[in-house]
């Protein structure tokens, strides 16, 4: 098995967070993951600023964005991080409550490599969850520059 | 109008002519002899000139002439020496001369004044007959409905029809003579001076006018104006005919207020659908988050305790995951159901029987183990959008299918009925459990279901949605059913594209 990408995780919604971590550890993927808990924080973290001035150089393997974000919303996040010449290569995976047209259209116009609508049915969410830790984080060559576990 | 003319004198003919020449000159010698023998004297000479005017007068240039040569022998032969011959002397001649220049004189006078005489006849009857024809058009123009009138060019009215009359109120006595624009106070699109710019170079102008009857009431007309112009090419007068449009342009301002009204309102109509809207998508996303998280934990809390829990525990457990799955089916056809009522329908040409063959396809896959006579009659195509009648047609096969799943037997037919001219009617015969004609109204009701979930599973939006399409194509849907007989149900379509 190769090594582990780090995953930056941005949900608000602190039981997805529990659901999603719990299914990434149920795998063995959860030692590389971080939360930030709105656009702002995301932001932050990638441009390591405010609590995460001290943090290690380097972009994370991949980012799972919600959509339905407080302060900056996860469309906002999005566009930010692909207008960025640093930022534009970390791959961005959707992942959200919204069966929403426009949110997905919006999203693939913006430049998202992913958009994944969290089932209802919790088999199915672990299902998805569960693959897309392991596509993202061990199958995906990342771009350079991102960070990995040793 | 009719005037009595004076009549004039029927020429004379020749005989009469010469007759009166005769006659005339017969009184002038006979009167002259009288007078002599009472011994008046030199009366003979204006005596016969006297009969030679009056044979002019009356008879003509040749009977003059007679006269004068008759006048001549009679005053030679009675009253110049010698008597009773036709004897002339030298010395009389310039007499006679005189004599004949004076009564030519007279005589070419006379003849002028006959020539002038019929001239001015000829240019009296001309005058009259075109008189005649004037007020023979005059007339015809009186029986048209519309209104005319003429104004000369410093806008006085010179005619006034009855059209006129009836639509303003004024006669065509209290009308002509007056100035139009101040006696109708008429108003203009434009300037009068570009009006007359226009009158002047095309020879017409048309255009909408406020008038003011007799009466002070109002009233808009179509206006045309005709420019003619006399002999010399000057513009000499303008016909006038106008229309009332007055409840036209009422009409017209009706109009215009409903459509600013159907603006408002669907303005306010399309504001209330993106709410609608906005309310839908945080249905999606916000309702759906709390029941993941429910199914989720309990997943969790079922797998950490399965050793823990006695049976009736688990049971509790199955139930709160099995509500959860409920309500996401029914979140998610509730938003189907919306977005049916919210979407643009595309609507081309459709093969319904091609749509029926997909729709079985589709449902043939939960058949299996099922005895099914499946009967699909004709089906004509029609004008629809094609995913929607292609859901609707799916929605009740499945219902077919579903309540047929306690015959051993089941039957279900598809078909077309013909009776209508402008709609298609499908309907879907089936011959399963049937339902209480009683509660055929609250078939079609969102969430509404006549049988018990662990019957009949379903969350009670098909026939709503089926209803709801039907009404997207100018249609509807209805049912018929008798309990454990089995259903039929309806929809039809309209044929013309434009609803």
Not at chain 2, 47 to 76: N, Q
Not at chain 2, 130 to 147: F, K, S
Not at chain 2, 360 to 384: F, K, M, N, S
């Amino acid at each position: 098995m190769s090594a582990l990408g780090r995953i930056l995780l941005v949900e608000d919604d602190p039981k997805d967070v529990e659901l999603t971590i719990t299914t990434l550890e149920e795998y063995n993927l959860a030692n590389e993951v971080v939360v930030t808990r709105d656009g702002e924080e995301a932001l932050d973290y990638l441009y390591r600023r405010g609590t995460f001035t001290t943090r290690s150089n380097g972009n994370p393997a991949v980012l799972l964005l919600d959509l339905k974000l407080p302060k900056v919303d996860g469309l906002e996040v999005l566009q930010q991080i692909k207008s960025d010449e640093k930022l534009r290569m970390i791959p961005v995976v959707v992942l959200t409550s919204s069966h929403e047209e426009r949110d997905m259209v919006a999203s693939y116009r913006l430049g998202v490599n992913a958009y994944v609508v969290k089932p209802v049915d919790f088999y199915e969410f672990v299902n998805a969850i569960r693959e897309l830790g392991v596509f993202w984080a061990i199958i995906n060559e990342p771009p350079p520059g991102s960070i990995k576990a040793k | 109008m009719v005037r009595c003319k004076p009549q004039s004198p029927k020429p004379l003919s020749r005989i009469q002519r010469y007759g009166l020449a005769v006659l005339s000159v017969s009184v002038a010698l006979g009167g002259a002899l009288v007078l002599e023998r009472f011994h008046f004297r030199d009366v003979e000479v204006p005596l016969f000139l006297f009969a030679v005017a009056v044979a002019a007068w009356y008879g003509g240039t040749e009977d003059a002439v007679l006269a004068l040569i008759l006048s001549c022998i009679s005053f030679d032969y009675f009253f110049v020496e010698p008597l009773h011959t036709l004897d002339i002397s030298l010395s009389d001649l310039p007499y006679y001369i005189v004599f004949a220049s004076f009564a030519s004189l007279v005589t070419w006078f006379s003849a002028l004044r006959r020539r002038v005489e019929g001239e001015l006849r000829q240019a009296r009857d001309d005058l009259e007959i075109e008189v005649a024809e004037r007020t023979q058009q005059a007339n015809l123009l009186n029986l048209t409905h519309d209104t005319i009138f003429v104004r000369d060019m410093s806008d006085v009215i010179t005619y006034w029809n009855r059209g006129a009359q009836e639509l303003y109120g004024w006669t065509a006595e209290e009308a002509i003579g007056k100035r139009a624009h101040e006696l109708l106070q008429s108003v203009f699109p434009a300037s009068i001076e570009e009006i007359h710019a226009e009158l002047l170079h095309s020879g017409r102008w048309d255009g909408e006018l406020k008038k003011t009857r007799a009466d002070g009431t109002r009233v808009v007309v179509a206006s045309r104006w005709s420019l003619r112009r006399d002999e010399l090419g000057r513009p000499a007068a303008i016909l006038e005919t106008n229309n009332d449009i007055t409840e036209r342009k009422r009409r017209e301002q009706e109009i215009r207020i409903l459509n600013e009204e159907l603006r408002k309102r669907t303005a306010e109509l399309e504001a209330i659908n993106k709410e609608l809207e906005a309310f839908a998508y945080s249905v999606s996303h916000d309702l759906r988050a709390p029941l993941r998280h429910m199914a989720g934990f309990t997943e969790l809390l079922k797998k950490n305790t399965a050793s823990l829990l006695n049976e009736r525990s688990q049971r509790y457990v199955m139930m709160i995951l099995e509500s959860a799955q409920r309500m996401g089916n029914l979140i998610d056809d509730l938003l189907a159901f919306s977005r049916i009522g919210r979407a643009e329908t595309h609507k081309t040409m459709v093969s319904l029987e091609q749509l029926v063959e997909e729709a079985l396809t589709e449902v043939r896959q939960d058949t299996e183990g099922r005895h099914i006579d499946w009967r699909v009659g004709g089906l004509p195509a029609c004008y629809g959008d094609r995913s929607m009648l292609r859901l609707a047609l799916v929605n009740l096969i499945s219902n077919a299918v579903k309540f047929t799943r306690t015959r051993s037997q089941a039957e279900i037919e598809i078909g077309c009925m013909n009776q209508q001219q402008d709609q298609v009617v499908v309907f879907i015969r089936d011959n399963g459990v049937g339902f209480d004609m009683k509660y055929v109204s609250k078939l079609f009701g969102v969430f509404q279901r006549l049988h018990p979930p662990e019957a009949f599973e379903g969350t009670g939006i098909g026939l709503a949605t089926v209803q709801r399409i039907a009404q997207r194509h100018g249609g509807k849907a209805w049912a018929e059913g008798l309990v454990g007989k089995g259903a039929t149900f309806y929809f039809s379509l309209s044929k013309s594209p434009g609803v």
